[in-house]
């Protein structure tokens, strides 16, 4: 299980906080091209420079599966390489 996300109401749900508008949008950019190489689409919110997702697999009744793991795990990978 993916430690750097919670696990709030049947979905695993993480915050992310970046510098400004542009560098939020450029992370929701990466995570949606992500999201339609693995035909997994995250629930998601974006306020200027934070964007919040869910993970949930809706064709499973809207529960944790492993697609939500298995996403959790490439955006926390795409984060740790454009940051070191």
């Known amino acids: 299980m993916n430690t750097n996300w919670y ?3 049947n979905t695993l749900y993480k915050k992310f906080i970046f510098a400004d508008f542009s560098s939020a949008f450029a ?3 990466r995570v949606a091209l992500l999201s339609e190489q693995q035909n997994h ?3 998601w919110k974006n306020t200027w420079n934070t964007v ?3 993970l949930s697999t809706h064709d499973a009744g809207d529960t944790i599966t492993e ?3 298995i996403l959790s795990d490439s955006i926390d990978k795409f ?3 454009t940051l070191h």
Request: no cysteine; aromatic share 16%; hydrophobic share 40%.
């Open 67 to 69: 697609k939500d793991f």
């Open 79 to 81: 984060l740790t390489t």
């Open 41 to 43: 689409h995250p629930t």
């Open 7 to 9: 696990t709030i109401n």
């Open 52 to 54: 919040e997702i869910w």
């Open 27 to 29: 992370f929701m950019t």
